[in-house]
């Protein structure tokens, strides 16, 4: 049976959009390492612009993969395997896109934060990571739409640890507001708080660790060390 001529047109646009695509996400996943490094190092003006020029490598890639499925619409329906491969390719470039994205508004954050006191950092932490979940959500959800079976076998190892690091950054970002709260709390944004601090002295074993041989009470107000008493002797 030969195929029908929408369906030879169409296979002729994916493969003339194939060479695109690679450019593109070739690009979009080398910025993305970079600037995961650059952030790293606490490069945040360079990792802030690799992270928009990955975004915007994937979102051309996302493009580019939108307008074959248009013309390839009679071709995924006669070859299955054709659309399980566009829906892949799709899934892992949404992934990159959004990624990018969080890591922009991430960076952006610590830029921010750069002469801002602990409180206003712990919130603005908590304020990007609010944003950033619908992100998360949407990629790990296009995680879970990956077909290993397409990806080739070299690769397929590479994707899987990038599907169940997409979950685990999801989840971790998800409990981040509330730590983060919790963490505004101690030190002192709603009221004053007070600790005492034990030094203990490990070459004499006590049950919680040493003999306790001072202490000090700290006052934090809004972040802020506010007090501190250190008894004599």
């Known amino acids: ?41 606490g490069d945040f003006a360079r990792a802030q612009s690799l992270f928009s020029s990955s ?12 307008d074959a499925q248009t013309r390839t619409f009679h071709l995924g329906s006669l070859l299955p395997g054709t ?27 610590f830029e921010l934060q750069a ?15 609010l944003a950033a979940s ?3 959500r949407e990629a790990s959800r296009e995680a879970d739409r990956i077909d290993l079976e397409v990806i080739p076998e070299s690769e397929r190892a590479s994707v899987a640890l990038l599907t169940d690091a997409v979950g685990e950054i999801e989840r971790s970002v998800r409990a981040l507001p509330a730590i983060a709260n919790a963490a505004s709390e101690l030190l002192g944004k709603s009221s004053r708080k007070r600790y005492l601090v034990l ?25 802020e060390i506010k007090d501190i008493q250190i008894p004599a002797g």
């Open 115 to 129: 002469d801002a006191g602990l409180l206003a950092r712990v919130e603005t932490m908590s304020q990007a990571a």
């Open 1 to 41: 049976t030969l195929l029908p001529i929408a369906g030879l047109s169409s296979l002729a646009s994916l493969a003339g959009s194939r060479a695109k695509l690679v450019e593109t996400g070739k690009a979009g996943q080398s910025g993305l390492l970079t600037a995961g490094a650059k952030l790293a190092q």
């Open 199 to 223: 030094f203990q002295n490990d070459a004499e074993l006590r049950p919680t660790g040493g003999f306790i041989g001072s202490f000090a009470e700290i006052t934090l107000d809004r972040g």
């Open 55 to 66: 975004a915007q490598s994937f979102t051309t890639t996302l493009e580019t993969i939108n």
């Open 83 to 109: 659309r399980d491969q566009i829906r892949t390719v799709k899934a892992l470039a949404t992934i990159g896109n959004n990624m990018a994205k969080v890591g922009e508004m991430i960076t952006r954050s």
């Open 134 to 136: 619908p992100l998360l």
